[in-house]
């Protein structure tokens, strides 16, 4: 019974532990996300409020049973993906989200149109040096600033033990109608080819991390272990999806339509399907 209610729900197919279905479909139970039998993606505020254990207690198969009146299932494909113009691809909400922000930077003067480093990246087999198997790119939430945009300079900010970056953008009017004046040697940034600092050229500047950050929906990621021998670990062109990260990488990629199946079939264990995303 309890098997094929699962079944039905989407959550327990060939060769995963029951016990793991339902402590998915548990964790799922409190989420708002809810997608109906005939494919309608929607929104309720969660009725469930037990535990996520993998048991079957009274209160989850009460769920189950809701949401089988309901027609509810697993919401896999909530959010389609969708173009950033002509440089890749998001999910759909954050590729709005970008685009009307690299609209707003263009009117200060700045800019983070593409060509991008990355959007949404494909699942893979193997992994680049600098690249995570749980990154926010397989599940469409992150991009990868231009890392030839020659407007960009950026600055080194640490943070205890991390590295931290901020991006000047020189904007596109120097008379002073646009961004804010730097004058030599109020800001240094870092040159990645020779692996020192140079004073920023005087002129009018966008504080671009600030911008991106400022309405609380991208942020930014301090730089990996090892970025001053390998730049490719810097990471100061890379900014993600802030609001509703999932619990697990396994919760984030369902929500744009790649399944558990896929992910196993690219050689995701249980521990990498629960760890958390980024």
Not at 136 to 146: I, K, Y
Request: proline share 5%; glycine share 10%; with cysteine.
């Amino acid at each position: 019974m309890l098997a094929g209610d699962l079944i039905t729900l989407g959550y327990l197919h060939a060769g995963i532990a029951e016990e793991r279905a339902l402590r998915q479909f548990q964790r799922h139970a409190k989420r708002t996300y809810r997608k109906t039998s005939a494919g309608l993606s929607s929104e309720e505020t969660p009725v469930y409020a037990g535990p996520e254990d993998g048991v079957a207690h009274p209160e989850t198969l009460a769920e189950i049973a809701r949401w089988l009146a309901a027609g509810f299932r697993l919401p896999l494909a909530y959010f389609p993906v969708a173009r950033v113009g002509e440089w890749g691809a998001l999910r759909q909400d954050v590729a709005q989200a970008w685009l009307d922000l690299a609209a707003r930077i263009k009117q200060l003067g700045g800019t983070i149109d593409g060509p991008y480093g990355d959007t949404k990246r494909p699942l893979m087999a193997a992994i680049s040096t600098g690249a995570s198997k749980f990154s926010f790119h397989v599940c469409g939430r992150a991009v990868d600033l231009n890392q030839g945009q020659k407007g960009y300079f950026v600055a080194r900010e640490p943070r205890g033990e991390q590295t931290w970056w901020r991006i000047y953008c020189r904007t596109a009017d120097q008379a002073g109608a646009q961004g804010r004046k730097f004058d030599v040697g109020s800001v240094s940034f870092y040159g990645f080819a020779t692996r020192r600092e140079y004073s920023l050229p005087p002129g009018y500047y966008l504080d671009l991390t600030a911008e991106i950050e400022r309405a609380n929906l991208f942020e930014p990621i301090h730089a990996q272990q090892g970025w001053e021998q390998d730049s490719r670990k810097a990471e100061w062109w890379h900014f993600q999806w802030l609001p509703s990260k999932q619990a697990t990488f396994q919760d984030e990629c369902e929500l744009i339509g790649i399944t558990e199946v896929q992910l196993r079939a690219s050689g995701y264990t249980d521990a990498d399907l629960d760890h958390p995303p980024g």
